[in-house]
């Protein structure tokens, strides 16, 4: 572990002065946007950054913003002394922790309106959740200043929705997606894996083999995406997956429905266990 | 005028290394947005922009995005020789001039949502006028990354949702407003003022008189906003203005309602006089 002790940034104006001298210091910028509740995942992006960059910088920060009113904002899980301690030992730079009103004070109204890729699949069942998610992304763009940022493909269509933002936007970060990081038995790592009851935790293994299954039969040859996306939602329903909010085969890019997996495709999931909302994904075709 | 020919600019990334490369070299940066069609209001932007900054950039780019269906963006002024000539006879360090496509690529679809100061007034009349007008500016803030930008008070409402924008999502550049030009007789200056037939150029004159009478009574003591504003409409209706879509006063900072003007007021105008669509404003008790 690193003898100096971690730097933490709350304010605004504090870490963008921050990262501006560690650039004209010469360094190479990442940025690991986080919620915090750090697992493997997050810190496989801290690698990731510390691989092609000279300075990386974490952000830590439940957005409100991209919390339905009936979503777990409050029960979101805050694990900050593990979190700083993993960081510590990691040799991330800077983290940036700030509190809620240091990002949306009092009369905060600007929004950004996200691309189309935000409107199916989760944008169906979380209306507002991408427009916080590309408002937030947008603002820790213009407060750390990155070379580039670094986002997990477990939530893949984050990463699109952000990706298509930087673009229409003119934002200068480059956008690195990095792979899904599982547990042993597959499943992807995620911060609201720990809510699963124990049954449930067992049953959460039928999305990553699922997903397993499309690929395979993508490799042998079926091209019929609603073949693949039938044998994913048998697989969930054998499991006892019961709630499956989607379960389907579309384009990698635009996420629009296509009939044959004939271009880069993803298939993606989103189900309810308890009460308890996982996603997952896996590329199709990708080479 | 300066021997060098003035450097013109058409692409994105070579605007934004052309910035970068000022920037390294230890230049502050000032950025002027039009839409062409300059006149002395917007040659004073310039101005302004090179007594604080050593590198200045002015932008020419008729924006698709904040002109309504039923409005003038076909037949909106272009007058790009005499822009350039202008603009080289100040001695301005770059043009950036590009196509339509260059930032509104098909697939476009990322906007920013404006803050809720760009609800009344324009807001009502040009329902996606400042969203567009808001999505354009931070483009040209990632593109363009400028120490300070700078806009004319004649847009009043737009200063105001450019300003709470670039807060709101923690825009580095600093935003400058400056001093509305007027035309001997007292007519703000627009890009528009070439639109009206002589009979209605005499006309428009009403609008910088019920403005300068706004201010006369806020000195003479009168507090009721109601009562400048309706001060106002006699004077705009005199002169054969028919046409009202506003004349009030409202608080200067949120654009909202107020009875008395006991803080920072501003009287705004805007009138239709033939098809020509003309705004001005006047700050109240500014000091």
Known sequence: MPDVPIQIIRTA??????????????KRIGLVPTMGALHEGHLSLVRAAQK??????????????QFGPNEDFDKYPRTIDED??????LGVDVVFMP??????????????????????????????????????????????????????QKD????QVI???????????????????????????????????P??????VALSQALDEAVRQVQGGTIESSAVAERMRDILLKAGVNKIDYAVVVDADTLGAIDQIDRPAVALIAVRLGSTRLIDNALLNAE
Chains 1, 2 share one sequence.
Not at 115 to 129: I, M, N
Not at 163 to 168: F, I, N
Request: net charge negative.
């Open 52 to 65: 092609v960059c000279e300075f990386v910088a974490v952000t830590i920060f439940v957005n409100p913003a």
């Open 99 to 152: 509190e809620r009103d240091e990002l949306y004070p009092k009369g905060f109204s600007t929004y950004v309106l996200p691309p189309a890729v935000a409107d199916p699949l989760e944008g169906q069942y979380r209306p507002e959740h991408f427009r916080g998610v590309a408002t937030i992304v947008l603002k820790l763009f213009n407060l750390l200043p990155a070379d580039v940022a670094f986002f997990g």
């Open 156 to 159: 893949f269509q984050q990463c």
């Open 163 to 197: 990706r298509h933002m930087a673009e229409d936007l003119n934002v200068p970060t480059e956008i690195q997606v990095c792979p899904i990081i599982r547990e042993p038995d597959g499943l992807a790592m995620s911060s609201r894996n720990r809510y699963l009851s």
């Open 84 to 89: 700083l301690e993993a960081l510590h030992e």
């Open 199 to 204: 049954e449930d935790r067992v049953r959460a």
């Open 13 to 26: 104006s504090d870490i963008r002065h921050g990262i501006l001298a560690a650039r004209h210091s010469g």
